[in-house]
C-alpha cells in the first residue's frame, strides 16, 4: 500500500483565470492505494457524504483507468467539497502520484499533469490544470495550452473558508464571454507583475498584481459577505484579496506578521453576517508527498 499527501490549491489568484495556481501547506487530502483487480472507492473525511464512490464518478476513478491501475483506493477529505480550494484536484493528483508509484508507470510529475486533469473533468465538465498542476509540482504554476512553468516560493497567505457552497460548474457560468481592451491589458499588467512577485518571494507584489476586472467581479457576487472580507483584509493587513478558484474561499497574501490579524478580521467580517466560517494561516508549500506504508 502507498499513501500520499496531497495539498489543497488555490486557483487563478485573481488576474491569472485557467492560468495561475499555487500549492497550501495546508489542508491536505490523503490518499492510500492498494493493488486489486477492479478500482474500489472509498471516502472518509470532510464533505465525504457529497463525493460519489462510484469509479465512473469519481475523479480518482478516471485517472486510475487513464494509468490502467486498477486498486482499492481510500480518500481521506481533509479539504471539503465545492471550497474554491481544488478538494477534487488534490484526489486526482494523490490518485496520480500513487498508482504511477504503485503500478511503476515511470511518468514525472509533469507527466502526471494532464492525466489528473482528466479526473477535473468530472467535476467542472473540462479538463484544467490549474489545481492538479500546484498539487502536483508545489509552489506558483502557470499553465499555458500544455506546458506547466513552475516557480519554488514561500509567500504567506490566510484562506477564509464560508459555510457557503459555490459549485465550479456555477462559477464557470458567470464568466463573460468578452472583456473590454483596457480590461485585459490591465489584467495583463497586474499577471506580469504577481508572476515578478512569486519570482522574488515578495507579498507586497504579489497582493499588487492580483487585481482583475474581468473574471473576479462576477465571481464574488455568488459570494455572501465577499466585498465586507476583501474589505476587512485589506484593512487588517493583506496586500491583495480575491476569489480562491471558483469560490466560496477568499484567498489574502500578506506578510507572515499580519497573517493572525487578517485571518481574524476576515473571519469577524462573516461572523458580523451571520456566516460562520474558518480561516487557515498558511503559506505556498510543497506538492504532494508519497510515503511507503
Known sequence: MLTVRAPATSANLGSGFDVFGVALETPADVVRVERASETRITVTGAGSQYIPEDPNKN??????????APAHIEIDKGIRPSSGLGSSAASAAGAALALNALYDRGLSRTELVPIAAEGEALVSGEAHSDNVAPSLLGGFTIVSGDHVTQVDTSIPVVVCLPDQSVSTRDARGVVPDSAALEDVVETVGNAATLTVG???????????GMN?????????????????????ALEA?????????????????????????????????????????RAYQTRIGDGARLYQD
Open 237 to 277: 493587513g493583506a496586500t491583495g484579496v480575491t476569489v480562491s478558484g471558483a469560490g466560496p474561499g477568499i484567498l489574502a497574501v500578506c506578510e507572515e506578521r499580519d497573517q493572525r490579524e487578517v485571518a481574524g478580521a476576515m473571519v469577524d467580517a462573516f461572523d458580523a453576517l451571520g456566516v460562520t466560517s
Open 198 to 208: 512569486m519570482t522574488q518571494n515578495d507579498p507586497e507584489l504579489v497582493g499588487c
Open 59 to 68: 475523479t480518482v476513478g478516471a485517472v486510475a483507468e487513464a494509468l490502467d
Open 212 to 232: 482583475d476586472a474581468i473574471v473576479t467581479p462576477k465571481r464574488s457576487a455568488l459570494i455572501d459577505g465577499y466585498d465586507r472580507v476583501h474589505e476587512a
